[in-house]
C-alpha cells in the first residue's frame, strides 16, 4: 500500500475547477470535441489511441462506431491465487494494449485481419468488477461505490448476462479492428480467464453521418446522449471521475465507475406506436430531439410548461421528466448508449437493442438514482425495454508507469 | 405461365458474350468496379442503389461493410395458403424495397433511427428457398438448380440454422442503416411470416481501408474472395446469371442462386499455428496473399510447382489447390465473404467466423462442386472451420414492371 490520501493522476490535487484547465488543455487532447472539424471523420479513421494517462479511451469524445464488452471471470479458487491471476492478466493485459495502442493488431501479430487497414482509434478499457475484489481477499480494499447494483422493479435480468471478475472494452471506427483486437487480448490469457458474457455494440459510422458531431440516434430512433457532461465543463471531474482520499482505496482515485447495461428493446412494438405516441413517452421530438416545446436539442425542458388543455407538455411519465436532474438530485453520468442487433434467437426472440454504458464518480448518486427514478415512477418507455444484463465496474486511472493496472492495489 | 422459352431480363436472347456488353454498358452501371476511383468511399457512403434491373443488389460492387442476412418461414399449411401468402409478402416488400432503395428508412417512415445519416448504398435482395416452392404446391415449377445442398462429411449444421422459405439480404455501409431497414421489411410481414435463423455480418469499412478496393480479409487474416468472376468478363453472365429456356422455370430466367453458409472458425486453434503453417494450410502468404511461389494475389497458383526439397510449393490438402478451377471442372461462383462475430455463447464458445455467400448460375456445378473437393480432398482448413448453417435460394431477376417478384411464378 502506498502514497495515502493524496488524490492520484492528473487529478492530483485538483479541485472540479482545476480539473478543467487540465482536461481542456491536455488530459484529453487527444479527445475530439462536439464541435466538428472538417476532416474529424478521417481523424476517427486515422488516429491512434497511443499511451494516455488518466481516464481511458471509452471516456474520450467522439464515440467510435463500434464497441465490443466482454465480461470475464478468473478461473482460480483460493483469495491467493485469484490475486496472483489477477496480476498476471492484468500484467499482460498492460503490455498488449500499450501495444495496440501504438501499433494495432497488424503491428503485434503475423497475418492479422487487420493489415491494410487505418487505426481506426483503436481504444482499449479494462475493468475490476466487485467480485473481483471479494474473490482475492480485498474486501477491505473495495470502494463503496463498487458495489452491485440494487434490484429494479423492471428488471429482468438473466444472471448469465450480469457481473463479472473484469470488464473489456474494445472500440474502434471499424468492425474488424475491434474484433482483432478483441481476438488478440482474449488468445493471451485463455488460460487465466474465461468469457462471462460479452456483447458487441455499434453506432452509426462517422463517414455515414450527414454531421458526424451530432448526438447519435439509438435503435428507437431517438437521440440518445443529450445533456452528457463535457470534459470543458467543471462538472465533468466531479460527476465523472471518482475522487478517494483514503489510503485503502486511493488505488480507485481519479479512476471511474462503469455500468453497463444490455437493455433489450421491443422494437416492434415501440414502432406500433404513432409518432405522437412515442413522442409522448420520451418527452422529446423525433426529427430534432428538442425537448416538447422547446427549439433546439440542447434546450432544457421546461417540466412546468402546461398546454390549452391544462395537461403538462412533458407527461408525467415522458422518460426525460424522470431522468431529469431536478427529479434525481442533479445526478448525472457520462452516457455512451451503443446499439446491439445479433438477428432472432431461438423462438424467434429479436435480440436488438442497446448496450448502454453510464460513467460516473459514483454509481450510487450516478446510475442507480437515476435508474430508480425510472423505474419508480413508471417510465413511459419501461414497457417498450428490458433490461436483461447489468454489470458495474471499477476502471482505475491508466498510469504509464505502472506494471499493470491498480498497481496499488495489488502490491 | 406466360412468355415461355425466351430468356428474361436485361439478359434476354443474349449469350454470355453479348451479356458482357452490356454488363459493362448498363446493367451494373451502378456498381464500381475494383479500379479504385479516388472518391469512392465517399461514393458508398452517398449512393442510394435505387430501382435496378436484372441482378439484385447483392451481387454490384463493391460488397457494403455490413449485411444481414435473414431466412424466414410462411405460417400458412396448404399449397394455396401458402402460395397466397408469398404473394402478399413479396407484394409487400416490392413496394417496400422500391421506396427503401429510392428513400432510405429515414424517407419511409418518421422517427426513424438513419435520420440524419447517409443513405450508405443500402441494397435489398429477396430470394425464395426450395421449402417454399414445394409447400406452395410448387413443385413443377422448381429449377433443378433449386435443391437443398447435399451433405458434406465435414458438416456440423444445425437444422435451425438451415433452410427458409424466404431469403432477406440487406446490406449497406452503415449497421444502423441496416438494422432499421431490416426491422422495417419484417415489421410490415409480422402476421405471415416468422424468423427462421439470421445473421448479421461484416467486412472492413470502405473508410479504414487504405486502399478500399483491395480484396478484404476474413477473420482467420486471409484475403478472401480473390479470383471472383467481374462483370466484365466473359465468363460472369455463363457462371452467375442462371439460363432457363422452359416455360415452367423461365421465371427464374436472368436470376441467380445464393447459397448461404455460415461458418464458424476455430480462432484460436488457427492462431496457434506458426504464421508458416497457417500459410500452408490456405496455400497463400498471409500478407499479400499471393499464392505460395506467386508474386502476386491475382497470379494463377502454381499447382505443379515443387520446391527444393522435392515437395509441392502448394501442398496437396491447401485449400486453394483444393478449391481451383483445375480441381473442380472449372467451377467458380462469385463469392461474397462476411465476418460475424457475435460474441461468446453460453459455455464460452466464441460465436465468430464466416458468413459465406456463394452466387451462381448452378449451385450443383459451383458451390457444391467447390465444397465436395474442399470436403473429400481433406482441405487443410477443415480443421479450423465448423459449417453450422446452410441454405440455398433462388433469385429471381428484378423487374420494375412486376408487381412481385418473379410474378410469373405465382400467376
Known amino acids: ?6 488524490r492520484r493522476g492528473l487529478f492530483a490535487g485538483l479541485g472540479a475547477a482545476g480539473a478543467t484547465g487540465l482536461l481542456t488543455g491536455g488530459l ?8 466538428q472539424e472538417p476532416d474529424s471523420v478521417r481523424e476517427r479513421v486515422l488516429s491512434r489511441s497511443g499511451p494516455r494517462e488518466g481516464l481511458p479511451p471509452a471516456l474520450h469524445t467522439p464515440t467510435p462506431a463500434h464497441v465490443h464488452v466482454i465480461a470475464l471471470d478468473l478461473s482460480a479458487d483460493t483469495p491467493a491465487e485469484v490475486a496472483q491471476q489477477a496480476r498476471s492478466v492484468l500484467g499482460l493485459w498492460r503490455e498488449q494494449v500499450r501495444e495496440l495502442h501504438e501499433h494495432g493488431t497488424e503491428g503485434v501479430m503475423e497475418g492479422s485481419p487487420t493489415q491494410g487497414l487505418h487505426p481506426a482509434s483503436l481504444g ?12 482475492a481477499g480485498l474486501e477491505d480494499r473495495r470502494p463503496e461505490e463498487l458495489e452491485d447494483l440494487p434490484d429494479f422493479s423492471t428488471d429482468r435480468l438473466d444472471p448469465a448476462l450480469c457481473g463479472g471478475d473484469l470488464m473489456l472494452h474494445v472500440g474502434a471506427e471499424d468492425p474488424v479492428v475491434v474484433s482483432a483486437a478483441v481476438r488478440h487480448l482474449l488468445g493471451s490469457v485463455r488460460e487465466h480467464a474465461r468469457v462471462r458474457w460479452a456483447l458487441p455494440g455499434f453506432q452509426r459510422g462517422a463517414a455515414t453521418a450527414q454531421d458526424s458531431s451530432a448526438t447519435p440516434r439509438n435503435l428507437m430512433g431517438q437521440i440518445d446522449g443529450t445533456v452528457n457532461p463535457h470534459p470543458e465543463e467543471a462538472i465533468f471531474a466531479s460527476q465523472v471521475v471518482a475522487s478517494h482520499t483514503d489510503a485503502a482505496t486511493s488505488w480507485m482515485d481519479g479512476g471511474t465507475y462503469v455500468v453497463v447495461r444490455r437493455i433489450r428493446m421491443l422494437l416492434d412494438d415501440w414502432f406500433d406506436l404513432s ?5 409522448r413517452s420520451v418527452g422529446r421530438r423525433l426529427d430534432d430531439g428538442a425537448p416538447l416545446g422547446g427549439e433546439n436539442e440542447d434546450d432544457r425542458p421546461d417540466l412546468s410548461a402546461k398546454g390549452e388543455d391544462g395537461e403538462p407538455v412533458i407527461a408525467a411519465n415522458a422518460h426525460i421528466r424522470l431522468a431529469s436532474p431536478e427529479h434525481t438530485l442533479g445526478a448525472r453520468m457520462l452516457r455512451r448508449g451503443f446499439n446491439y442487433d445479433l438477428g432472432w434467437g431461438p423462438g424467434g426472440r429479436a435480440e436488438a437493442g442497446l448496450l448502454f454504458t453510464a460513467w460516473q464518480a459514483d454509481p ?3 446510475f442507480t438514482a437515476v435508474q430508480r427514478h ?7 418507455l419501461n414497457e417498450y425495454v428490458r433490461h436483461e444484463g447489468s454489470a458495474v465496474f471499477a476502471v482505475p486511472p491508466v498510469r504509464e508507469d505502472e506494471p499493470f493496472m491498480a498497481h496499488e492495489l495489488w502490491s
Open 374 to 380: 425510472l423505474d419508480e415512477g413508471g417510465d413511459a
Open 1 to 6: 500500500m502506498s502514497q495515502g490520501p493524496s
Open 28 to 35: 484529453i487532447g487527444a479527445a475530439v470535441d462536439r464541435g
Open 124 to 135: 482499449i478499457t479494462l475493468g475490476l468488477g466487485p467480485s473481483l475484489l471479494e474473490r
Open 275 to 279: 409518432p405522437q405516441e412515442r413522442e
Open 364 to 366: 450510487r448518486t450516478g
